[in-house]
C-alpha cells in the first residue's frame, strides 16, 4: 500500500500529469531550420517539463511579431534584435526583450554570383526582395552608412518569405533580405548557382542577432517567462549540438521543408549563437552591449538621440547573466 501511495504521489507532482499552461509563440521568419529550436524543444519534452503547452505559429519577420505581442496574439515570439530597438524607439509597444538567441547578427544581403552584387557598393541601384517590416530592410539604413552607400538608392521590392529564394533564382530580384544561414537554401533554388552573401554584422559587429521578445505583461511573470525561457534555450543548445537531428525534427512539424537543408542552417547558425570568443550562457545579454547599440543607432541616424535606453525594451532581470 505504501508503495502504491509513493507512486500515485509521484505521478500527481509531475509536470506531465500537472495542467499545463498555455503558451503563443511565433517564430521570426516562417518555419526554417534557424527556427527549428523551437521545434526541437517541442519534440524534446523540454516545454512540457516545464509545466507549458506551446503553441507554435510561423511569424512574418520582426515588426510584426512585435506588434502581435504587443496586442496579446501571442506571448512571446523572436524577432531581430536592431529592428526590436529601432521599432520601439518609434512606438513604446508593451514589449520586453528577455534574451539573445545569437550573439551576432544574422542580418545579410543575398544575391547570386554573376548577377551583379559582389560587394556592398554595387548594391546602389539594385532591387531587393523582401518582406515589408522584415529584419534586414529595417535595419539596412544602418548598414548602408556603415557601407559608405546611399539607402534611398537601393528598391526594396514587397515579397513574401517563401518566395523570395525563387525570386531571386529566376532573376526578378538583384537579390533579397535574409539571414546568412539561408545560404544552403537560396543554392538549392538556384540548382547548385553560389551565394553572394553580404552580412550586416561584417560592418556592424556589435549588433545581437534575433531576440527572445515577451510582452510586458507576461514578462512579470516570471515562473511562466522563465520557464519558457529556460526551455527555449535548452532546445536551442541542444539544436547547436545536434544539427543533424533538427532537419527530420522540423519536417515532422513542417514537412514542407526541407530537412538536408534545416539541418546544414543550423550548423551555419551555432557560430552566432555561441561565438568563439563568447564565453557566456546561451541567450545572455548585458546591459553595457545594449547600451552600445543603442549608441550605434543613435550616430546612424536610425533612432533620435533620447529616444531609447536599455532598460526600455530590456528585462535584464529575466534575461540570462
Do not use: W
Amino acid at each position: 500500500m505504501l508503495a502504491v501511495v509513493l507512486t500515485t504521489s509521484a505521478c500527481a507532482a509531475s509536470p506531465q500529469s500537472a495542467e499545463l499552461t498555455e503558451v503563443d509563440y511565433l517564430t521570426s521568419f516562417g518555419t526554417f531550420g534557424r527556427d527549428a529550436y523551437a521545434y526541437v524543444a517541442q519534440e524534446k519534452g523540454f516545454f512540457e517539463q516545464a509545466g507549458l503547452d506551446v503553441t507554435i505559429t510561423p511569424g512574418t519577420g520582426s515588426v510584426d511579431v512585435l506588434k502581435m505581442v504587443a496586442a496579446g496574439r501571442a506571448d512571446f515570439g523572436v524577432a531581430d534584435f536592431t529592428a526590436t530597438a529601432i521599432t520601439m524607439a518609434k512606438e513604446k509597444l508593451p514589449v520586453t526583450v528577455v534574451a539573445a538567441i545569437q550573439q551576432r547578427s544574422l542580418a545579410a544581403i543575398v544575391a547570386l554570383e554573376g548577377g551583379g552584387i559582389g560587394k556592398p557598393a554595387d548594391l546602389e541601384g539594385k532591387k531587393i526582395g523582401d518582406q515589408p517590416g522584415s529584419t534586414n530592410q529595417v535595419m539596412f539604413p544602418v548598414y548602408a552608412r556603415a557601407a559608405g552607400i546611399d539607402p534611398a538608392k537601393v528598391q526594396f521590392v514587397p515579397s513574401a518569405p517563401p518566395a523570395l529564394p525563387q525570386l531571386l533564382a529566376a532573376g526578378q530580384v538583384d537579390g533579397i533580405g535574409q539571414f546568412v544561414v539561408g545560404k544552403p537554401l537560396i543554392e538549392a533554388a538556384a540548382k547548385g548557382r553560389k551565394a553572394v552573401v553580404l552580412p550586416y554584422g561584417d560592418l556592424v559587429p556589435d549588433l545581437y542577432g534575433n531576440a527572445l521578445v515577451a510582452s510586458s505583461e507576461i514578462a512579470k511573470d516570471k515562473s511562466v517567462a522563465q520557464g519558457f525561457l529556460g526551455a527555449l534555450l535548452k532546445g536551442l543548445e541542444y539544436s547547436i549540438e545536434h544539427p543533424d537531428e533538427v532537419g527530420p525534427i522540423l519536417k515532422k512539424y513542417q514537412p514542407t521543408q526541407d530537412a538536408a537543408v534545416a539541418s546544414a542552417e543550423v550548423g551555419l547558425m551555432a557560430p552566432y549563437v555561441k561565438p568563439s570568443d563568447y564565453s557566456g550562457r546561451v541567450g545572455g545579454i548585458t546591459e553595457a552591449r545594449v547600451a552600445k547599440i543603442v549608441s550605434t543607432l543613435v550616430e546612424a541616424g536610425a533612432v533620435p538621440a533620447g529616444s531609447l535606453s536599455p532598460n526600455d525594451f530590456v528585462s535584464f532581470g529575466v534575461a540570462p547573466k
